[in-house]
């Protein structure tokens, strides 16, 4: 499918590997000057858009990347997940990958590119950005242009938006990104929730030495946890065993935290420490010897920052009184964890905007929003 616009603009399917090099090549370009981006490692780029990514055995997607004068000046995918479907009864297709030059014709272009492709497929409705889904990298970077995104987090050009939005479309829902010291003082309300807690509820570690039936507590518990919020799309184990390969790689133990009520887990929280502060000066690349110097900051020096990228607490306890020092346990238990690995700045994300209930417990520990994302959505 190829698409022309005006002045010299010209908009080829991506097909094929040197097509998909070109496209995972974009952002260096719209990025050149930013000093707070960091580029992505090329090897995963590369393997998250191959079909051996799982997430394309529940989802069928196209990319695009736009040229004027034969030089890449921006790209977009379009993707749809039948099991978004099968959970909300709707086909909703998205948008993704989106990257750009500051031109709104170019941001049109692409767009309706993407747009005409989701009507052919059956779509009603358009939403993004998701790269590729919900469960990974999704909404664009409206808020806290100034620090670096963390591991898993996008970034995006300040006039992203205004680019979207004039394409027709407007924002539906906010993400906020939290950071916090890992050593801050306790409320005495929480300490109080969990010594009563304490009495029923068991924190642990990550087994590793089970991690296969591990990884399948922690999907079951993000799956029941989120299941009612906004979006929602459920994990599959093909899914979470990729997760498990990143656990196994860079996570200690003590990063995991799982709560139990008599042997049943029922909350769950994963950090993870921050690659992009290991990897910023690499330029996407680990060889010939990036992979060393990635190695070594990430397992001997260590990174000062990490983020907590899963988070959940059972529904059935969600709207009790135990509900709140479930999700404060896990925390206090994870934050040791991340002290001892000398980490010093923590981002919570994302999180809704309209989750009340978790923002409120994370700004009575300290926390501070300080990045905001926006899904936008269209009607087709």
């Not at 780029?45 to 736009?66: D, G, V």
């Not at 507590?217 to 065993?241: C, H, K, M, Q, Y």
């Not at 990228?309 to 896990?330: D, K, W």
């Amino acid at each position: 499918m190829e698409a022309t616009g005006t002045a010299g603009l010209r908009i080829e399917a991506v097909t094929g590997r040197r097509a998909l090099d070109r496209f995972i090549a974009v952002p260096w370009a719209i990025y050149a000057t930013d000093p707070t981006w960091v580029p992505p490692l090329l090897f995963e780029q590369k393997q998250r858009l191959t079909p051996k990514n799982p997430f394309f055995e529940h989802a069928r997607w196209q990319a695009w990347t736009a040229f004027r004068d034969g030089r890449p000046v921006g790209r977009i995918s379009a993707q749809i997940d039948s099991l978004y479907e099968k959970q909300h009864g709707r086909r909703v297709g998205c948008f993704g990958m989106l990257e750009g030059a500051d031109d709104a014709g170019l941001f049109r272009q692409l767009l309706q590119t993407a747009e005409a492709w989701l009507r052919q497929q059956g779509c009603v409705e358009v939403r993004g950005p998701f790269n590729l889904s919900i469960n990974e990298e999704c909404g664009l970077l409206v808020e806290g242009f100034d620090t670096p995104p963390s591991i898993m987090m996008g970034h995006a050009r300040p006039y992203y938006g205004q680019h979207i939005e004039a394409a027709g479309y407007r924002g539906i829902k906010d993400l906020l990104a939290y950071r916090i010291a890992p050593d801050f003082d306790a409320p005495a309300v929480m300490t109080r929730l969990a010594e009563r807690a304490g009495r029923r509820v068991r924190v642990r570690a990550l087994r590793r030495k089970r991690l296969k039936d591990e990884l399948e507590i922690l999907r079951d518990l993000f799956n029941d946890a989120w299941s009612a919020n906004w979006g929602f799309v459920p994990f599959t184990a093909a899914e979470f065993a990729d997760i498990g390969e990143l656990l196994t790689l860079l996570v200690d133990d003590d990063f995991v935290q799982i709560a139990e009520i008599d042997d049943r887990p029922v909350a769950m929280i994963v950090a993870m420490p921050n690659i992009n502060e290991a990897a910023r000066d690499l330029n996407g690349r680990l060889l010939p010897f990036g992979w060393l110097k990635l190695l070594w900051r990430l397992k001997v020096r260590h990174p000062g920052t990490a983020r907590v990228a899963l988070m959940g607490v059972r529904r059935e306890y969600q709207h009790t009184r135990l509900g709140p020092a479930l999700a404060f346990m896990v925390i206090d238990a994870v934050r040791r964890g991340l002290i001892r690995r000398g980490v010093h700045e923590v981002e919570l994300s994302w999180i809704l905007e309209d989750n009340h209930g978790m923002r409120n417990i994370i700004e009575t520990i300290g926390g501070v929003a300080y990045k905001r994302y926006r899904v936008y959505g269209k009607t087709l």
